[in-house]
Structure formats: structure tokens, C-alpha cells
Nanobody, 120 residues
Framework: QAQLVESGGGLVQPGGSLKLSCAYS????????MGWYRQRPEKQRELVAG???????KYEDSVKGRFTISRDSRKKTIDLQMNTLKSEDTAVYYC??????????????WGQGTQVTVSA
């Protein structure tokens, strides 16, 4: 059964760093690109970083140069290293498969997510 479990969120001061991890199971996630999405207060959920099965990556403009996504296909994990965090990065972060690389449309169901709060 496909499952997604996110971890690593927390409270951090502006300019700080956090590393999120996602453990996935299920064949579907092994053959699709994977991504980290976030839902900020009163905003729609958006794709912030994606990684393909071959290692290609993409980032939302506001996180380029600050966030780095990585994938370990053997361990079935997706990490998101977040540096130089800003208050506008405050959100619940989710991982999921990417059904459409160009549009960022996610696959199926969501995990519980992990809260990231950037505040002094």
C-alpha cells in the first residue's frame, strides 16, 4: 500500500535551516518523480521542489538557491534541505509523487504533512 510519511518540521528563526525527510512506500512512488509541496496559510498547495527518477530537479522561483531536494531510491526517501528560511516559508510541507512534471499536478493521497514555522 502506498504511503507517505513526512518529518523534520519545526520552529526556526529567519535565516535558519531545516531538513525535511519523507519516507515513501508503494511501487507508484518508485517510478514517478517526487516532490515537496507546501500549503501556506490562506494559499493553495503548491509544488516547491521536484526530483525525477533520474535526478533532474526543479524549484519554485522563491526557493531557488535556498532549498535543495534529494532522492535516495534505495532507501525510498526524499529530503528537502531548506536554508536561509524566511517568514513566508511558513507552511505545512507535504511530499507526494508528481503526476505531471510540467504542471506539478500531484499523485493521489497525501500524508499528514509536517509544519514549518519561521518566526523570531
Amino acid at each position: 500500500q502506498a504511503q507517505l510519511v513526512e518529518s523534520g518540521g519545526g520552529l526556526v528563526q529567519p535565516g535558519g535551516s531545516l531538513k525535511l525527510s519523507c519516507a515513501y512506500s508503494g511501487l507508484v512512488f518508485s517510478v514517478y518523480p517526487m516532490g515537496w509541496y507546501r500549503q501556506r496559510p490562506e494559499k493553495q498547495r503548491e509544488l516547491v521542489a521536484g526530483v525525477g527518477t533520474g535526478g533532474m530537479t526543479k524549484y519554485e522561483d522563491s526557493v531557488k538557491g535556498r532549498f535543495t531536494i534529494s532522492r535516495d531510491s534505495r532507501k525510498k526517501t526524499i529530503d528537502l534541505q531548506m536554508n536561509t528560511l524566511k517568514s513566508e516559508d511558513t507552511a505545512v510541507y507535504y511530499c507526494n509523487g508528481i503526476g505531471d512534471w510540467n504542471t506539478g499536478t500531484p499523485l493521489g493521497s497525501w500524508g499528514q504533512g509536517t509544519q514549518v514555522t519561521v518566526s523570531a
